[in-house]
């Protein structure tokens, strides 16, 4: 990017009390000019171009009623609207769309037809057809990262194969092979998932501001979508002069777990407070360990203790840190094995809709897993939120809500307060409560998920415009059931 342009940036971000910033060792990325309070709208910004992965409208992502494109036929749109405000690129797109043969049309990925948008975008601004502005141009895109040099060959090979793709879907098109590659690898680590209110994926976009933002695994914004457009929202008050950051991975991981996937995805040694802190924590409230000990870790056998147990190499045995009572590796071992077997045949029965037979499977996993692991490990929560969607499906509320009540204390130590994902999982067993004519504890549960969610996704959404809507409702019906109670005594 040249100097003008980026000054042109500057300018664009000083409106929104951003600056571009220079780190030794993350590159660019965002500061603050001014202060935000949570629940402030930082940023938000439309993508440069963007694709659905699901079935919904290629206009506003929604998924309701959908119409297909009668030409191409493999675009989506809700209404004439969403049709009329992606038409200067999709005409481009939907002639390249028809030329192709039904097996092409196969082979045409979410990430491929992305790349193809993008091209055919770059050419509409280059022709003048649609306008630049200093953050919706493709020098912007330019000028993000792509860790070319640290990627491997196999991913360089499926890059070129995706790219030569690419050549094929635009023939009439000059392509440049090695800057659709390069474009290829600045998706993999720039691009952002886009997903409705309750953190459903539908597609993916190229928002080139939003991608100067760096990572923390405790940041102070959340990123969240409204249709195609991401917004930007602080979750905790940043001051003047401080980075803003997002979290780019599912942050209910372990330390170890978490760095692994920051350097194998977008190539840097994660230092953020998260990683650099061994984090003690209190279990049961006496016990103190290391974080990634109790999210991940073996508990006790002994009863009454709650300790978890330490790997103690020399002997090949695990030892509890409390107690001191000794497990076995190789029974251990033999538990995890057959866990990760039933977990598989359970996912299958899942994707095949036997969920009977995915609820026995995985109740199996949850009674294994509760004999080795700590009752607030990952694993266990994964499990038994997978149960509870099964439970969900199979319109079992009340069992449902059992498992969704087990994962909260889970909910609340692997993620920061202010998370969306806590914020949806009081607002499930809110459903389910109100489901089961529960409205006294529907209301205080929706209370919390509201508490979160408007900080995260602000309240003007048609999602939250629903949520206080059903909060209304249950206060009612509680203020009802209050009533009549105290008209029977
Ligand atoms: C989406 S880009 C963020 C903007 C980028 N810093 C730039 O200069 O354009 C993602 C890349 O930024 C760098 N990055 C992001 N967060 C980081 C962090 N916490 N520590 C070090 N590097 C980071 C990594 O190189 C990563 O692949």
Redesign the pocket.
Known sequence: MNGLEDADLQYFLSSYGLILSSFP?????LVSTRDFSPGDIIISQDPYVCAPSTSCCDGCFSRGKLKMCTSCQMTQYCGSTCQKSQWKLHRLECQALIGLSEDRKKMLTPTVRLMARLLLKKKLQDDNTIPTTSDDNYDVLL???S?MADIDENKLVLYAQMANLVKLVLPLMEINIKEVIENFSKMA??AHTICDSELMPLGTGIYPVI??????CLPNCVLVFEGRKAVLRAVKHITRGTEV?IT?IETALTTTERKKLLKEQ???????HCCNTPHTVFLKGALEDNQDIILNGYRCKAKPCHGVLHHDSANNIYRCKVCGSTREKHSIDQINSKIKLLSERASRCVSSKDYLEAKDLYKIVEHLQLKIYNPLSICLMKTQEDIMKILIALNDWEGALIYCRLTIPIYQRVYPAIHPLVGLQYYTCGKLEWLLRQAGEALQSYTKAIDILRITHGTTTPFMRELLLKIEEANADARLLQRKTALLQ
Do not use: P, Q
């Not at 060792?25 to 990325?29: D, N, Q, S």
């Not at 991608?211 to 923390?216: A, G, K, R, T, V």
């Open positions: 060792e993350k590159g660019r990325g000028a993000l990262v860790h680590c720039n991608s100067i933002i760096n990572h923390s950051s780019y977008y190539f840097f040694d994660c230092t953020c």
